[in-house]
């Protein structure tokens, strides 16, 4: 991998960075990760620029969204108290209960720092867990579990999944958001 180009793209009034990165790709891509712009090119691709003009609106759109969840972490306290070994007792207390409530359990709970997400579950029934997850309330942290013990009865985000979560967390919705303002701060706190 080799970035070949740091620049920045002026869209409206906001002066965006970002990087061109060489890879083996068969097509050229665009990220928009923890508030920065990265294009994954094939080698020997030259002309990255009309790639980014043609994404303008989807480049400007990802930095807007960006822009208004760090405004929404800001006052977001982030919990320091819990360790990483009081999170996995927690998760094992909310596991046994859940399980209980949805009559399934996970086969094996892992716990590793995870960049783009705050949990998985496969379909071998084996939960994954960010670490990352000791710095929210405990609400947040039993809406993650849950959210991943109901992939052991339904792994897509269907209606039989959703109705799942509804019927446990009414203010689902005002969750997400909140995870979404929690994973911004974390991340700002870790600059990755």
Not at 137 to 155: G, N, Q, R, S, W
Not at 165 to 180: A, D, I, N, P, T
Request: proline share 4%; glycine share 6%; aromatic share 10%.
């Amino acid at each position: 991998m080799t970035v070949h180009i740091v620049s920045s793209i002026k869209i409206n009034e906001a002066d965006i960075p970002y990087e061109v990165i060489s890879r083996k790709v068969k097509h050229p891509r665009l990220e928009f990760r923890n508030g920065y712009l990265r294009l994954v090119v094939p080698p020997g691709l030259k002309e990255h620029e009309k790639l980014l003009d043609k994404h303008r609106l989807w480049i400007y759109r990802r930095f807007v969204s960006h822009k208004q969840r760090l405004i929404f972490a800001e006052g977001i306290e982030l919990c320091s108290t819990r360790t990483e070994v009081q999170l996995q007792e927690h998760v094992g207390s909310l596991i046994a209960s859940i399980g209980t409530e949805l009559g399934m359990f996970p086969k094996k709970v892992a716990f590793r720092e995870m960049r783009t997400k705050w949990g998985s579950c496969s379909s071998k029934g084996n939960i994954n867990l960010n670490t990352y997850l000791m710095y929210l309330p405990e609400k947040l942290v039993e809406y993650v579990v849950f959210h991943e013990m109901a992939h052991l009865i339904e792994m897509n985000h269907g209606p039989r999944f959703k109705e799942m979560v509804h019927k446990k967390f009414h203010e689902h919705k005002s969750l997400e958001k909140q995870l979404r303002g929690y994973w911004v701060a974390i991340m700002e706190k870790h600059s990755f």
